[in-house]
T-cell receptor, first 116, second 110 residues
Framework: GAVVSQHPSRVICKSGTSVKIECRSL??????MFWYRQFPKQSLMLMAT?????????EQGVEKDKFLINHASLTLSTLTVTSAHPEDSSFYIC????????????FGEGSWLTVV | GQSLEQPSEVTAVEGAIVQINCTYQ??????LSWYQQHDGGAPTFLSY????GLEETGRFSSFLSRSDSYGYLLLQELQMKDSASYFC???????????FGTGTRLQVFP
């Protein structure tokens, strides 16, 4: 079964509003989670590393004020897309690993965001 | 910095064997992971190599040559459901983030 869960799986929002996506590790504690974005027929692009109890580390070119990441507990990280625009419409995926899994990283089911 | 090279697309027929190559350049190297992603879905872990040689997991095997900065994923007895994108992702440390290249799109025909 899934070890990393994302919610919602699909969301439609109006331009200018904010949307929150949750990523949960189900049976392990994740001090680090990762957020990716993927446009159709393109590769996964790492957006940021979410660190429990501290600020996220953003990849170059990703606006930290637009993509707010909060990792308040060892099992939950959230990504908030603020003031969403149609160009933010994409597939957002989180991932997490555990020392028990060795070097296996588990991905959530992904969240399709459509901004209209 | 980091760079990855994979073929963009590979086609094959059911029952065949396909090899997807991956060459990489990283500032450090710990191991090489392989992931599969079906259209509209999330990536799923396939295989991982930390040492040189072949790792076999059912129909899928992965090979690594650290000295050549090269690896490949071998898919045997291809099935239609194997049509997907395949990504290699090198790890620079044992806790490194996964950076994906453009991946290889595999199409399996009957």
């Amino acid at each position: 079964g899934a070890v990393v869960s994302q919610h919602p799986s699909r969301v439609i929002c109006k331009s200018g509003t904010s949307v929150k996506i949750e990523c949960r590790s189900l049976d392990f504690q994740a001090t680090t989670m990762f957020w990716y974005r993927q446009f159709p027929k393109q590769s996964l692009m790492l957006m940021a590393t979410s660190n429990e109890g501290s600020k996220a580390t953003y990849e170059q070119g990703v606006e930290k004020d637009k993509f707010l990441i909060n990792h308040a507990s060892l099992t939950l990280s959230t990504l908030t897309v603020t003031s969403a625009h149609p160009e933010d419409s994409s597939f957002y995926i989180c991932s997490a690993g555990t020392s028990r899994s060795g070097n296996t990283i588990y991905f959530g089911e992904g969240s399709w965001l459509t901004v209209v | 910095g980091q760079s990855l090279e994979q073929p963009s697309e590979v086609t094959a027929v059911e029952g065949a064997i396909v090899q997807i190559n991956c060459t990489y350049q990283t500032s450090g190297f710990y191991g090489l992971s392989w992931y599969q992603q079906h259209d509209g879905g999330a990536p799923t872990f396939l295989s991982y190599n930390a040492l040189d040689g072949l790792e076999e997991t059912g129909r899928f095997s992965s090979f690594l040559s650290r000295s050549d900065s090269y690896g490949y994923l071998l898919l045997q007895e291809l099935q239609m459901k194997d049509s997907a994108s395949y990504f290699c992702a090198p790890l620079r440390t044992n806790t490194d983030k996964l950076i994906f290249g453009t991946g290889t799109r595999l199409q399996v025909f009957p």
